[in-house]
């Protein structure tokens, strides 16, 4: 019996094992998957470049905010990309099937999400001035350029975490794997909406 039973055990688990490689883990799959959303991010990269180029006034009166935007990109897209990537491990594992404000594996990824946003943001806009200050640039100052780089952390990390939760939970739901749309997608829509964000922060700054 017990030799059967281990028989029995094996067989589902090398048919799970061999489900799971034709669905999800084969060369097709993945490039099937993945390759529309990574055509969408090359277009998305160049929608961002076109709100830099709008931000010609911002970038005139705030002295170092150009120093501080490929930070603020970076720090987005990276950030955003391991949020969906860990929604994505999550909902593999069977600890995130829905978006529920009540599930701690999920508030607990948001959460932490935006905590690492606004602290990166805050030694960013600090790095921001005094690099611009040693290439002999003039600076803005180290609180407008750290509030701009904090709001539009803040902004947009809300935005994005809840975009990455819908996305994944979205795609796993319509039978796509998370990993191979989540983090392609949030990184086109973290450098638009992170461009966007960036945009408002400089603009309010400079109202007040």
């Not at 019996?1 to 029995?8: G, K, T």
């Not at 593999?92 to 594996?105: A, K, M, S």
């Not at 030694?123 to 200050?133: E, R």
């Not at 996305?167 to 909406?193: C, E, K, Q």
Request: net charge negative; with cysteine.
């Amino acid at each position: 019996m017990p030799s059967e039973s281990h028989r029995d055990e094996d067989l589902f688990e090398s048919q799970y094992i061999e489900k799971y490689l034709s669905e999800y883990a084969s060369v097709s799959s993945i490039v099937r998957e993945a390759l529309p959303f990574e055509l969408i991010a090359t277009v998305g990269g160049v929608a961002a470049g076109i709100i830099l180029s709008g931000m010609t006034d911002e970038l005139g009166m705030i002295p170092g905010l150009l120093v501080i935007y490929p930070g603020v990109l970076g720090l987005r897209g990276n950030i955003s990309s391991t949020l969906g990537s860990r929604l994505g491990s999550a909902i593999h594992l069977g600890l995130i099937t829905d978006l529920d404000r009540h599930n701690p594996e999920l508030m607990n990824n948001i959460s932490g999400s935006l905590i690492l946003s606004v602290i990166t943001a805050f030694i960013l806009g600090i790095l921001g001035h005094y690099v611009t200050l040693a290439l002999g640039f003039e600076s803005a100052g180290v609180f407008k350029l750290t509030l701009i780089c904090v709001i539009s952390a803040f902004t947009s990390g809300v935005i994005l975490s809840f975009v990455a939760a819908l996305l994944a939970v979205g795609m796993f739901r319509f039978g796509f794997d998370p990993d191979n749309v989540v983090t392609p997608s949030i990184a086109t829509i973290g450098d638009i909406v992170s461009m966007l964000m960036l945009f408002l922060s400089a603009k309010l700054v400079v109202m007040f």
